[in-house]
């Protein structure tokens, strides 16, 4: 047998046994699991991570360079950056602002960022982990978004850029915000780990932005295991990102290439002698926050299943909000206007009046196995990671801090089922009545 045949064979015998894994899955009210989130792995996800692994395809590369390449495309942007994670990415575009090669656009220590007090840490730590200043702004209840007009009454004299994210799958006013950032000459990032898919004015988010990112942790639209993307149509911006992603390298060949630009021993750079090899050139202090070609593998089978997942999002979503309508003391989520949001999840708050407390409906609904999460951080200026830290605050964060008492979310993820879903409305609608 040759070696293509015998690997035939395994990735064979690799689908029959995904499909003994899957046998029985019963749901069973009470008892099975309802996730907020997770990854939806199936035969191709699966048969795509045993053949990356067969092949030894360890670090990045082809499946690396093919899945950027077809994520640009859908996401509709000229280039795509695979990171080991969304935080990563982050951190990448951010620190991209800081290039040298952005000459007096470059963000410099104590320039300030934009961002709001309620959500992620890691939208905000690549501000302070460049020596930059966040300035918080609070957020709406309902979309759990801030405003264009929020963001504007924040802008000040040393402000250069905004890192917001589409929360929860739900787009912040991007057309708004990408002009307010181009009439004061600010950068904006979205920060789009939750939404991808989701559309503002018909338009994909993700693409009003100078730079914008992805995670592929489980719980978002597609995974990797871990791993994230950023993603430009600004081929300068995107030279930085893949510089800094690398090491901070000048060279822009593969790691298995050379040569590409057929001049590798003709350089002078900085102090260097004449002709140093360009591979070992640096022109920014980088990291190395690449991905492997197993995760990139994985994103391939993933991204086929992009609109289908999304769709489902929409749907489960949609059923819990038609099956919550009328319960009293709930705020019920909504699409910020001109959206269509393929959701992360689905937020509920709960009146501050309300006869029964958060924790007591989150503690009956795990108690039924329907897992609940937090609007992330909450108010993160309270956390003890930012107390003391350089921050201006615009503003009261009077929602944010309302949020960090009285919000929570239930998942939307494509494997809930719609026995799931109206388990669990029926389980809210039980605990209000009884607690009402
Ligand atoms: C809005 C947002 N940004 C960034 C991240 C970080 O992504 P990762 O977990 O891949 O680092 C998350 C993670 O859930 C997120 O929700």
């Given at each position: 047998m040759d070696t293509r045949d015998a690997k035939a064979l395994l990735l064979d015998d690799v689908r029959t046994y995904h499909r003994q894994t899957q046998a029985d899955q019963r749901f069973v009210p009470g008892e099975t699991e309802i996730w907020p989130s997770g990854a939806v792995l199936d035969e191709d996800d699966r048969v795509a991570l045993v053949e990356a692994a067969l092949d030894l395809r360890i670090a990045a590369g082809r499946s690396a360079r093919k899945f950027e390449s077809a994520f640009a495309r859908t996401l509709k942007r000229r280039k795509a950056h695979l990171t080991n994670s969304?935080?990563?990415?982050?951190?990448?575009?951010?620190?991209?602002?800081?290039?040298?090669?952005?000459?007096d656009r470059r963000l410099r220590p104590g320039d300030e960022v934009i961002t709001?007090?309620?959500?992620?840490?890691?939208?905000?730590?690549?501000?302070?982990?460049?020596?930059?200043?966040?300035?918080?702004?609070?957020?709406?209840?309902?979309?759990?978004?801030?405003?264009?007009?929020?963001?504007?009454?924040?802008?000040?004299?040393?402000?250069?850029?905004?890192?917001?994210?589409?929360?929860?799958?739900?787009?912040?006013?991007?057309?708004?915000?990408?002009?307010?950032?181009?009439?004061?000459?600010?950068?904006?990032?979205?920060?789009?780990?939750?939404?991808?898919?989701?559309?503002?004015?018909?338009?994909?988010?993700?693409?009003?932005?100078?730079?914008?990112?992805?995670?592929?942790?489980?719980?978002?639209h597609l995974t990797m295991g871990e791993g994230g993307c950023v993603l430009t149509s600004n081929l300068a911006l995107a030279r930085i990102v893949e510089s800094?992603?690398?090491?901070?390298?000048?060279?822009?060949?593969?790691?298995?290439?050379?040569?590409?630009?057929?001049?590798?021993?003709?350089?002078?750079?900085?102090?260097?002698?004449?002709?140093?090899?360009?591979?070992?050139?640096?022109?920014?202090?980088?990291?190395?926050?690449?991905?492997?070609?197993?995760?990139?593998?994985?994103?391939?089978?993933?991204?086929?299943?992009?609109?289908?997942?999304?769709?489902?999002?929409?749907?489960?979503?949609?059923?819990?909000?038609?099956?919550?309508?009328?319960?009293?003391?709930?705020?019920?989520?909504?699409?910020?206007?001109?959206?269509?949001?393929?959701w992360f999840g689905f937020v509920l708050t709960i009146d501050p009046d309300a006869p029964f407390r958060r924790a007591e409906l989150v503690d009956f609904l795990?108690?039924?196995?329907?897992?609940?999460?937090?609007?992330?951080?909450?108010?993160?200026?309270r956390h003890p990671a930012y107390i003391g830290q350089p921050q201006r605050v615009v503003g009261e964060l009077t929602n944010s801090d309302l949020i960090t008492e009285h919000t929570f979310w239930i998942g939307v993820y494509p494997a809930l089922t719609d026995e799931m879903l109206d388990y669990v409305i029926a389980s809210i609608r039980e605990f209000v009545k009884t607690h009402s």
């Open positions: 969304g935080s990563s990415a982050n951190l990448l575009a951010l620190s991209a602002l800081t290039s040298h090669l952005l000459e709001v007090a309620a959500g992620f840490p890691t939208t905000v730590n690549p501000i302070l982990q460049n020596g930059l200043v966040p300035v918080f702004v609070d957020v709406e209840l309902g979309t759990y978004n801030t405003t264009a007009d929020r963001v504007a009454q924040a802008i000040g004299p040393r402000t250069k850029a905004i890192i917001i994210a589409h929360a929860l799958g739900n787009p912040f006013d991007v057309a708004e915000m990408a002009q307010l950032a181009e009439e004061h000459d600010l950068f904006l990032i979205e920060d789009n780990c939750d939404a991808v898919g989701s559309t503002y004015d018909g338009r994909l988010t993700g693409t009003f932005g100078d730079l914008a990112t992805v995670s592929f942790y489980p719980a978002h800094m992603r690398d090491w901070g390298r000048d060279c822009w060949c593969e790691p298995g290439e050379n040569d590409k630009c057929l001049k590798r021993f003709t350089y002078q750079m900085g102090d260097l002698p004449a002709g140093y090899d360009h591979k070992y050139i640096f022109s920014h202090v980088g990291y190395n926050l690449k991905a492997t070609d197993l995760q990139a593998a994985l994103g391939l089978t993933q991204l086929a299943k992009l609109e289908e997942f999304g769709a489902a999002r929409r749907r489960n979503w949609r059923r819990l909000r038609d099956g919550l309508d009328d319960v009293p003391h709930l705020l019920l989520p909504e699409a910020t206007p001109r959206s269509d949001p393929s795990e108690g039924r196995k329907i897992g609940t999460r937090r609007l992330f951080a909450g108010n993160l200026t």
